[in-house]
């Protein structure tokens, strides 16, 4: 790994500018035309996603003067990728959603072909400040000559974050250290000093976080290598995070996260296209992250990518010192059937990051989700015999299901829920494998889209404690599967195809025992 690279960055490019609205309005008009043409056969009920057009990355996450607020990536002249922008929701309470104004579209030069990902941070006045990458292409034209990427600044021009003063470059990209990749910026203060992480593809081509420093947040400072991906297979770390957590005997440690592009496929790991994963080890201020752990999967699932997660300041700021972190349901393979109904991409529910009693990262839903539940109804326990089957709803258009399996009592060599589950027989499975030990999603019976099966391994501790508990969340489109407390997650896109979409508790080869089972109706986040 190459530590000291001679780079020192220029001064800041400032060139603050508020109107860019021509740009904003084009944009609002764009969305406001695809949604008017939109098709919600898939469209969500409880999952953030845009009025119209593509979305991708989830930005600038924050909680700030009483509201919390979730920007995304945005192309609103289309369903597949494009010039990126801002998209924009708040909420008072993770419940009741309203969307926003776009933040950002592309109006300097710096950023002329995309507004591209980065965070949000409250400094130490209490006002925000948004870090974000801008992107042009090195020919002006398209990808076919690389990008020129650089870090850029902008200040909102209300609490309510409707609109912002964008800064100008703070830090350029040295071309001749970098191949292309350069973005998604991460900010944090350490002691007395502010840091910043974003993913770096090296001259090598080997995929790096770089570590800058910065005493007022404008003018940085490199200082080293924060890390580099041991796989020389990995060549961009997209999507940077970088927070400290404490585990269970309140030792500090630093979480590590990134969306590696360029693994390659290994048994159960790295199946998807790029995948998103952590590690866990030490950090001191003006070091190299030391890690301590292997490369993890946030998420187990067929669409999970571009996590990125935010603290919430502690009580003296009205917060509560959660970790929180949304992740977005990436489209990775075609076909994808979205695209024609004039929108593409949702995000996962919140997620709060917390370490287990045995070290490892837990995600499980932020509490208020609990409050998107409309009724509930107990169905458990029940018994299936060999090779059973019974319907546990005739049509779940947006439901919860908390489910605890009996592995000890049960036989099946596959059991779970068939979700989405139609008359002409299309179906996505949620089931535990027992030949495996793992909890699947397998979507080989889908009549829309991509596919295959995702599989989320379970310890030894695991398997041994004779009770697994599932809890499943179903969109129009979507599953997310919560296994044994937010331990292992799965995240996928779920097709449905005509007609009722029934849910099916089923055993194939043998008896399934279910000592409890929930079903809770989940109202509108209010973004339809």
């Avoid at 974000?132 to 090195?138: K, M, V």
């Avoid at 650089?150 to 309510?160: I, N």
């Avoid at 796989?231 to 997209?238: A, G, I, Y």
């Avoid at 603290?311 to 003296?316: F, N, Y």
Wanted: hydrophobic share 35%.
């Amino acid at each position: 790994m190459t530590d000291n690279i001679d780079f020192t960055p220029a001064a800041p490019v400032l060139t603050p500018i508020r109107d860019h609205a021509e740009e904003l309005a084009k944009a609002e008009a764009g969305v406001a035309g695809l949604a008017a043409k939109r098709n919600d056969r898939w469209y969500p009920k409880f999952h953030i996603a845009s009025d119209g057009g593509w979305i991708n990355d989830p930005n600038g996450l924050c909680y700030y003067k009483g509201r919390w607020h979730v920007f995304y990536q945005l192309h609103p002249y289309g369903t597949q990728w494009g010039p990126m922008h801002w998209g924009h929701v708040s909420s008072v309470d993770m419940v009741n959603w309203k969307r926003e104004p776009i933040m950002f579209a592309p109006s300097l030069e710096q950023e002329k072909d995309g507004v591209f990902s980065g965070s949000a941070v409250i400094d130490d006045n209490g006002e925000l400040k948004f870090y974000y990458t801008g992107h042009r292409w090195a020919n002006g034209v398209d990808n076919t000559g690389g990008d020129w990427q650089v870090q850029m600044l902008a200040t909102p021009d209300d609490d309510e974050l409707t609109s912002a003063t964008k800064q100008g470059m703070i830090i350029d990209c040295p071309t001749d250290r970098v191949d292309h990749h350069y973005r998604d910026p991460k900010v944090w203060k350490t002691g007395d000093k502010w840091y910043m992480t974003f993913g770096v593809s090296s001259a090598e081509k080997r995929g790096q976080m770089w570590l800058f420093s910065s005493d007022d947040m404008v003018r940085w400072t490199y200082e080293r290598v924060l890390f580099e991906h041991p796989d020389p297979d990995v060549f961009m770390l997209e999507c940077p995070d970088f927070f400290p957590i404490h585990d269970k005997d309140g030792n500090e440690k630093w979480v590590i996260g990134f969306s590696a592009m360029g693994s390659k496929p290994k048994g159960f790991m790295n199946r998807n296209v790029n995948n998103a994963g952590y590690m866990i080890g030490t950090w001191e201020p003006g070091g190299e992250f030391k890690p301590e752990t292997e490369f993890r999967l946030w998420d187990c699932g067929h669409n999970y990518y571009a996590p990125q997660s935010f603290h919430v300041d502690g009580p003296e700021h009205g917060g509560d010192g959660r970790q929180i972190v949304y992740g977005w349901l990436s489209p990775f393979v075609e076909p994808i059937p979205m695209q024609e109904d004039g929108w593409c991409g949702q995000l996962t529910l919140p997620r709060e990051i917390t370490l287990g009693e045995d070290g490892d990262v837990v995600t499980a839903p932020v509490a208020e989700i609990e409050g998107l539940r409309e009724d509930t109804t107990d169905l458990g326990p029940i018994a299936l015999d060999i090779a059973g089957e019974q319907v546990i709803a005739d049509d779940a258009e947006a439901v919860e299901i908390e489910m605890a399996i009996d592995l000890t009592a049960s036989t099946a060599e596959r059991a779970g829920l068939k979700i989405h589950a139609t008359e002409d027989g299309s179906y996505t499975y949620v089931a535990y494998d027992d030949q495996i030990g793992r909890v699947v999603v397998d979507r080989q019976a889908n009549k829309y889209g991509d596919k295959g099966y995702r599989a989320a391994p379970l310890t030894e501790a695991e398997l041994a404690a004779g009770t697994l508990d599932l809890r499943v969340f179903v969109d129009r489109g979507s599953v997310e599967v919560y296994v044994n407390g937010g331990h292992q997650v799965l995240s996928s896109y779920s097709y449905a195809a005509e007609g009722p979409h029934a849910i099916r508790l089923a055993a194939e080869s043998g008896s399934l025992k279910v000592t409890a089972l929930k079903l809770h109706h989940l109202k509108s986040i209010g973004l339809e």
